[in-house]
């Protein structure tokens, strides 16, 4: 569920600017979606762990972006940011699977998958359920941050500024997407609205990747975009 404090309610297209510049134009209206979040009044959104379906162990939180200290070059350095982990992985899976076996290249979050590496909540999460409060007018994203064998394995960002080239690690409001679709929606302008007015009638299905991180070369790379799914706003089920 989620739970708002408002007096109004703006919805329309936005955007953060340029993020290694730290601008943010002044908007009057409530966004979430891959250009960044950002809401006019502090807001609290409730959100569940869904399932997993990556080799990493990964935590899922929010960075504060306006924590974020930056270079004489204005390159942003990322330690410095504020960062609240949310919903954390104790494994990387509910059971042992082989890493070394291939992807199928396809998202897990459908009627007929093959579970790979698969966690579910109470287990692989045991606390799974969480809320953040976000303050008015800030910028923050969601993150994902893994390791593997207990090194650290990259982190991704909702936002695709913060990747690695602007890649798209996230799809907001996504569910049994396959190869072709999601081919579609990664780094497509086409699907950069702002998904508020989804967030408020329902809630929205969170899709992260965590591909692009440091032990993954880009042959490798899977983008199925179920490594870690979480419910925002809404009750989710799963079959």
Request: charged share 25%.
């Amino acid at each position: 569920m989620i739970k708002l404090n408002w007096t109004y309610i703006g919805i329309s297209f936005g955007t953060l600017g340029l993020l290694n510049a730290m601008s943010l134009r002044a908007v009057a209206e409530d966004v979430i979606g891959n250009k960044g979040i950002t809401f006019q009044e502090d807001t609290i959104i409730e959100m569940e762990f869904i399932e997993s379906h990556g080799a990493y162990q990964s935590t899922f939180g929010v960075v504060d972006l306006d924590t974020c200290q930056t270079s004489a070059s204005q390159a942003i350095d990322y330690d410095t940011c504020s960062k609240t982990p949310l919903l954390s992985e104790v494994k990387a899976s509910d059971s042992f699977d082989n890493v070394y076996r291939r992807s199928t290249y396809e998202t897990d979050l459908k009627e007929s998958r093959n579970n790979d590496f698969l966690g579910t909540p109470g287990n692989t999460v045991p606390n799974f359920k969480t809320e953040f409060l976000f303050k008015a007018n800030k910028r923050y994203a969601f993150y994902l941050e893994s390791k593997f064998d207990g090194k650290p394995a990259g982190t991704v960002y909702t936002t695709d500024l913060l990747n690695s080239q602007g890649n798209r690690q996230a799809l907001f409001n996504e569910a049994g997407l396959d190869t072709e679709a999601v081919a579609k929606r990664r780094n497509n302008p086409q699907f950069d609205a702002n998904k508020f007015d989804v967030l408020i009638k329902g809630g929205l299905l969170l899709n992260l990747d965590d591909t692009g991180s440091k032990l993954v070369k880009n042959v490798d790379e899977d983008t199925d975009f179920d490594d870690f799914i979480v419910g925002i706003g809404g009750e989710y089920g799963c079959n």
